[in-house]
C-alpha cells in the first residue's frame, strides 16, 4: 500500500493546474512496484506500448518497441519507458491508488521508466498534467516557467524545445515527486541507474470534443436543427453579426443539454488511449457459476485501466464503461457509485450486489467480456 504524504487540500487549491512543486519524502519507505528486468520483460510484448530514447550529442533518438534484447545500448545514455503499466502490471494498482483523489476520468496510464546514467528524453513541453515518482536511483529534474518555447532547432514538428532557464532545479530520490501542470517545460537527467513513474492526467480537446459529439449526432440521427433568423443584411455579400451568432448559437444549444452531452462525455471519457489486457475466459459463466464462486471465497476485481464513470445529475441510471454505455434503472444511486468508485470487490460484498439482479447480470457481462475477473483472494 502506498500511503502519499500530502496536504491534498492544500495542493489542489495552490499547485494542481498551476505552477510545478516538488514533494520530497512524499512516499516515506517507497518500494518499488516493478524491476527493471520486469519492466524489461513487458517491453518485450507486441501489444504493450514502448520506446527507448537514446540520448546523442545535442538529439535524441527513439526507437520504438517492442525489443528483444538491451545489449546494444551499452551502459549509460539511454532510458526504456513503458506505457499503461497498471493496465498489465496488477501490482502497481496500489501506487495509482494513491493519487484517486483526483477523478477517474482525467486518469490517463501509469509509466515507468527505466534509465542508464546520462539518459533522458530531452527538454520538452507536455499537453497534461504529470507526478513523476522517483524509485531506485536518482535523477536531476529543471522546470522552467509557463511561457512559450522555441522548437529545438527551430523544427516545429520537433517534440523538443530549446533549453530553458529553470525555475525548478532538484535531484528526485527514492519516494520523492515532482508535479509538473500543463505547459512546463521540464527535462530530466539521469545520475545513477534509475526507475521512475509516471502518473498523467489528460483532459479532452476541444478537437476530441467536437469529434465526438459529430459522431454522436450522425450516428443518432440528431442535430438536425436549422438557422432561422428574424433579420437580414443589408447587402447581400455580408454575413451579419447576428447571423454568426446566431448559427454558432446552435452548437451551444447541444452543450446546454444533457440529453446531448452527457452520453457524449460519459462514453468519450470512459474511453483508454491504450490497449487493455482483456482477460477473457475459455468459457462463459452463468449466473449459478458466479453465485458458486462467491461462496467459495472468490472476490471479483477490475482489470488494470478500466474506467467505471457515471454522470453526476445524470439523465438515467447508467454507467460508462470503457466508452460503452451499461443502462442501470432499477439500481439505486449507492450501488451505482460503489460500482464507479471500487475497483474490487471481496466475495460478501459481491454476493450482495448481486443481490440486485441488474448488477449481477452487468458483473456476469463484464466478467465474460474480460473487463472484471474473479480473485482467489478476497480484494
Known amino acids: 500500500m502506498y500511503t502519499l504524504n500530502l496536504d491534498i487540500a492544500q495542493f489542489l487549491k495552490e499547485h494542481w493546474q498551476q505552477k510545478p512543486v516538488v514533494i520530497k519524502g512524499a512516499f516515506p519507505d517507497f518500494e518499488d512496484p516493478i524491476s527493471a528486468d520486469e519492466l524489461a520483460g513487458l517491453a518485450c510484448e507486441e501489444e504493450i506500448t514502448s520506446r527507448i530514447v537514446v540520448t546523442q550529442k545535442d538529439n535524441w533518438e527513439v526507437i520504438q518497441g517492442p525489443f528483444e534484447d538491451y545489449d546494444s545500448y551499452g551502459e549509460t545514455h539511454w532510458q526504456l519507458l513503458v506505457q499503461a503499466v497498471n493496465h498489465w502490471y496488477p501490482d502497481s494498482q496500489p501506487l495509482v491508488e494513491a493519487f484517486r483523489f483526483l477523478p477517474d476520468w482525467r486518469f490517463d496510464d501509469l509509466m515507468v521508466s527505466f534509465a542508464t546514467p546520462s539518459g533522458g528524453v530531452g527538454p520538452h513541453v507536455d499537453n497534461y498534467d504529470v507526478f513523476i515518482i522517483q524509485g531506485e536511483g536518482e535523477r536531476r529534474w529543471t522546470v522552467g516557467a509557463n511561457t512559450p518555447q522555441q522548437r529545438r532547432g527551430g523544427n516545429p514538428n520537433s517534440p523538443l ?219
Open 161 to 379: 524545445v530549446e533549453d530553458f532557464e529553470p525555475i525548478i532545479d532538484v535531484v528526485l530520490e527514492k519516494g520523492d515527486v515532482l508535479y509538473i501542470p500543463p505547459g512546463y517545460p521540464h527535462c530530466g537527467e539521469t545520475l545513477t541507474l534509475a526507475l521512475s513513474y509516471s502518473i498523467g492526467y489528460r483532459a479532452p480537446s476541444q478537437q476530441e470534443l467536437a469529434s465526438e459529439v459529430a459522431d454522436y449526432l450522425l450516428d443518432n440521427n440528431l442535430g438536425q436543427q436549422r438557422f432561422t433568423s428574424a433579420t437580414e443584411p443589408a447587402n447581400p455579400g455580408v454575413i451579419s453579426q447576428d447571423h454568426q451568432l446566431g448559427i454558432m448559437s446552435l452548437l451551444s444549444q447541444l452543450a446546454q443539454d444533457p440529453t446531448s452531452y452527457q452520453v457524449v462525455l460519459g462514453k468519450l471519457l470512459s474511453q483508454n488511449r491504450f490497449e487493455l489486457d482483456i482477460c477473457e475466459g475459455e468459457e462463459a459463466y452463468n449466473a449459478e457459476d458466479l453465485q458458486d464462486a462467491f461462496e467459495q471465497g472468490a472476490g471479483v476485481n477490475r482489470i488494470g485501466g478500466l474506467k467505471v464513470l457515471r454522470l453526476e445529475n445524470d439523465t438515467q441510471s447508467r454507467l460508462f464503461i470503457n466508452g460503452e454505455i451499461y443502462e442501470l434503472p432499477n439500481t439505486p444511486e449507492a450501488v451505482l457509485t460503489q460500482l464507479s468508485d471500487l475497483v474490487s470487490f471481496d466475495s460478501d460484498s459481491a454476493m450482495a450486489l448481486c443481490e440486485h439482479a441488474e448488477v449481477q447480470a452487468l458483473l456476469l457481462q463484464l466478467i465474460n467480456q474480460g473487463l472484471y475477473y474473479l480473485s482467489d483472494d478476497e480484494a
